[in-house]
């Protein structure tokens, strides 16, 4: 079994920042990629960015520049870090990782279960 658990959201004015972290723990082998993801109100689920093995990172066009994901590979944890906040970064956003729990190289989807980022005018 594994987990995602999300901390660090909350209230925030525009123009200010805010950093979550994710801890995953369980069964975890090794780690993939992990990321973010964020759900507006009424709107669909969306990829933030993710981080690769590597370092590597990707981030959707609207936060570029304002968020930087990191991780610690040995914890394993993950790290949003998000600066300039807008109203419309307002969200529950979801810790994701790819966790493997053996060593045959299958790798799994695990979710956190959110937190809520609110920015205020």
């Known amino acids: 079994q594994v987990q995602l658990v999300e901390s660090g959201g909350g209230l925030v004015q525009a123009g200010g920042s805010l950093r979550l972290s994710c801890t995953a723990s369980?069964?975890?082998?090794?780690?993939?990629?992990m990321g973010w993801y964020r759900q507006a109100p009424g709107a669909k689920r969306e990829l933030v960015g993710l981080?690769?093995?590597?370092?590597?990172?990707t981030y959707v066009d609207s936060v570029k520049g304002r968020f930087t994901i990191s991780r610690d590979i040995a914890k394993p944890m993950v790290f949003l870090q998000m600066s300039s906040l807008k109203l419309e970064d307002t969200a529950v956003y979801y810790c994701?990782?790819?966790?493997?729990?053996?060593?045959?190289?299958?790798?799994?989807?695990?979710w956190g279960q959110g937190t809520q980022v609110t920015v205020s005018s």
């Open positions: 981080i690769t093995p590597g370092d590597s990172t």
């Open positions: 994701y990782a790819e966790i493997a729990s053996d060593g045959l190289g299958r790798y799994w989807d695990y």
């Open positions: 369980g069964s975890i082998f090794s780690t993939n990629n």
